[in-house]
């Protein structure tokens, strides 16, 4: 295919989500040449629960200002986290600082690309790089024909399954455990759940990561496990749980959406952040909360991938120093969720669930422990276990995760 047109930018920004937007934000301020592109017309739907923790509703602020009625579901809001425990024990927990907004991703990521002031090619997929680590020549496609991008700088801010990672690193994919998670939205017919706040349950049986919230007059009902298994399965099972446990009748499912994602980079402090002039950011680098919360730390990645780039343009230090040097501190914000020293001994979730395990009966409290022991020992097939404890006792030592453990 002969290349219609050829873009010279210095940098070339992959994928129009809250990393991306984020990253742009800071290159745009800078005065530079970027460009977004994404493979879907925008704006684009993203599967998503929407539920923006304080940190990232802070970031949209700061960088972006007030968030439009029409980038929120309904409802707007979300107070918070209720846990559901296997042994019927439910424990809901505030946010800290008030309710955040209850995101409409299609929406919120378009006003929050189009605030950066980047200049956006949408329909246009990523395809393909070579780099000399000065230079670095993407090739993508732009409804059918073929356009090259020229960059001093590629930012992968391209989601889990990252084609920008996968051009650096073809056979990283391969070496991480997926899950697939999945959506289905019913009507209600009665639900006692609620809808104030993002619900989770901590069940074994019920699989890896099951979840519910309201949206629009509906009930979401999610599902996550280890790639393989069976979406139809799990929600059954889930759908049948929650009406004997619960009392939530609903009617058939009317949608279904889902995909497979990258739960464990963060968990066993595993990124991936590029080589030479490309860098890798937000999901796409491994950047995923506890409870699958990954906008606040897309965010933040990508503002910190932008200014790596800004600094390295001034010529001091190679790009991928900057970057690793700054993005410790996202790391360490992120890999501390899943730290048990950093969960029993600080502050590291925006809710707060020492408190709420503290307001239930000792007896009951033993419960939930019990059943969060039970639930955390269906990872232990991913072989984490050494590695949290190994990270956790380095962390509680130097101070900080090891920067060997990155690509
Ligand atoms: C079911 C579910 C529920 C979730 N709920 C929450 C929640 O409540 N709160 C929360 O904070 N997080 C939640 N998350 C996680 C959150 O959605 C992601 O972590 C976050 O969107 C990551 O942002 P990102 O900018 O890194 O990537 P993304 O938002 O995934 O953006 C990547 C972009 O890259 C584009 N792209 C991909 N391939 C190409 C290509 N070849 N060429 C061009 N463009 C490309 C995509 O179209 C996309 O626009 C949830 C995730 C799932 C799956």
Redesign the pocket.
């Known amino acids: 295919m002969s290349v219609k047109k050829i873009y010279k930018v210095d940098v070339l920004i992959?994928?129009?989500?809250?990393?991306?937007?984020a990253a742009a934000k800071r290159l745009v301020d800078a005065g530079l040449k970027v460009v977004a592109?994404?493979?879907?017309k925008l704006p684009?739907h993203?599967?998503?629960?929407?539920?923006?923790?304080p940190r990232?509703h802070r970031f949209l602020i700061e960088n972006f200002g007030p968030l439009p009625r029409e980038a929120l579901h309904d409802p707007t809001s979300c107070r918070g986290v209720t846990f559901h425990f296997s042994s019927g024990i439910s424990t809901p927990m505030d946010f800290f600082g008030g309710p955040t907004p209850h995101?409409h991703?299609k929406y919120s990521?378009y006003w929050a690309i189009e605030k950066s002031r980047v200049e956006v090619h949408d329909e246009?997929?990523?395809?393909g790089l070579k780099t000399d680590g000065k230079l670095a020549r993407i090739s993508?496609r732009h409804k059918g024909e073929s356009v090259e991008y020229q960059a001093r700088f590629v930012i992968g801010?391209?989601?889990?399954?990252?084609?920008?990672r996968a051009a650096v690193y073809p056979e990283y994919s391969k070496t991480l455990p997926w899950f697939v998670?999945?959506?289905k939205f019913h009507r209600i017919i009665e639900c006692p759940l609620d809808e104030d706040y993002?619900h989770f349950w901590i069940n074994s049986k019920l699989g890896h990561y099951t979840?519910s919230h309201a949206r629009e007059g509906r009930l979401i009902l999610?599902v996550?496990f280890r790639k393989g298994g069976s979406v139809e399965e799990h929600h059954k099972r889930f759908v049948s749980y929650i009406k004997d446990k619960h009392g939530v009748r609903l009617e058939p499912s009317e949608e279904k959406?889902?995909?497979a994602?990258n739960f464990g980079p963060s968990i066993i402090n595993r990124y991936v952040f590029g080589k030479e002039n490309i860098l890798i950011?937000?999901?796409?680098?491994g950047?995923?909360?506890m409870?699958?919360?990954?906008?606040?730390?897309?965010?933040h990645?990508?503002a910190i991938a932008g200014e790596a780039v800004i600094e390295a343009m001034q010529g001091k230090r190679p790009v991928q120093e900057i970057y690793r040097t700054h993005i410790v501190s996202e790391v360490a914000r992120s890999t501390d969720q899943y730290n048990p020293l950093r969960m029993i001994f600080a502050n590291v979730h925006e809710a707060d669930f020492k408190a709420a395990l503290k307001k239930l009966s000792r007896r009951d409290q033993l419960r939930a422990v019990r059943d969060l022991i039970k639930f955390i020992s269906l990872y232990g097939e991913l072989n984490w276990g050494r590695q949290i404890i190994g990270q956790s006792i380095r962390r509680l030592v130097t101070g900080s995760y090891s920067t060997k453990r990155w690509l």
């Open positions: 992959v994928g129009t989500g809250p990393a991306s937007a592109i994404d493979f879907r684009r993203k599967v998503c629960s929407g539920i923006l923790s990232g995101l991703r990521d246009t997929a990523f395809l993508a801010a391209d989601g889990p399954n990252s084609p920008v998670v999945a959506q993002f979840w999610g996550g959406e889902g995909g994602h950011t937000g999901q796409a680098a950047f995923f909360n409870l699958a919360e990954g906008m606040s730390c897309a965010l990645s990508g």
